[in-house]
């Protein structure tokens, strides 16, 4: 059984940090490209960030140079490094795991952004 488990989400201010991760299991983990997507208030899913099998690593404008994503195959984990966070970074957060066809999405865990 595949399951992506998100963690780390939680209320911050403006400007603060957070980091976030998703722990895999039942898959070959290295194989997988992994990105982390979020759905804002009254809004589409967004990619936010992706790394590939081999770490390359691609951002939305939006989050560039504040977001950073990693991963470390051998906890099967991987993060989102969230610096000086907005408002308008509040969402769900979603991890996402793709090998060819096989694809996989996490429950999702929320970050608001607040004073």
């Known amino acids: 059984q595949v399951q992506l488990v998100e963690s780390g989400g939680g209320l911050v201010q403006p400007g603060g940090s957070l980091r976030l991760s998703c722990a895999a299991s039942?898959?070959?983990?290295?194989?997988?490209?992994m990105n982390w997507h979020r759905q804002g208030p009254g809004k589409q899913r967004e990619l936010v960030a992706t790394?590939?099998?081999?770490?390359?690593?691609n951002y939305v404008d939006s989050v560039k140079g504040r977001f950073t994503i990693s991963r470390d195959n051998a906890k099967n984990t991987v993060y989102l490094q969230m610096n000086s966070l907005k408002p308008e970074d509040t969402a769900v957060y979603y991890c996402?795991?793709?090998?060819?066809?096989?694809?996989?999405w996490g429950q999702g865990t929320q970050v608001t952004v607040s004073s």
């Open positions: 996402y795991a793709r090998w060819g066809i096989e694809t996989y």
């Open positions: 039942g898959i070959r983990f290295s194989r997988y490209t």
């Open positions: 790394i590939t099998s081999s770490g390359f690593t």
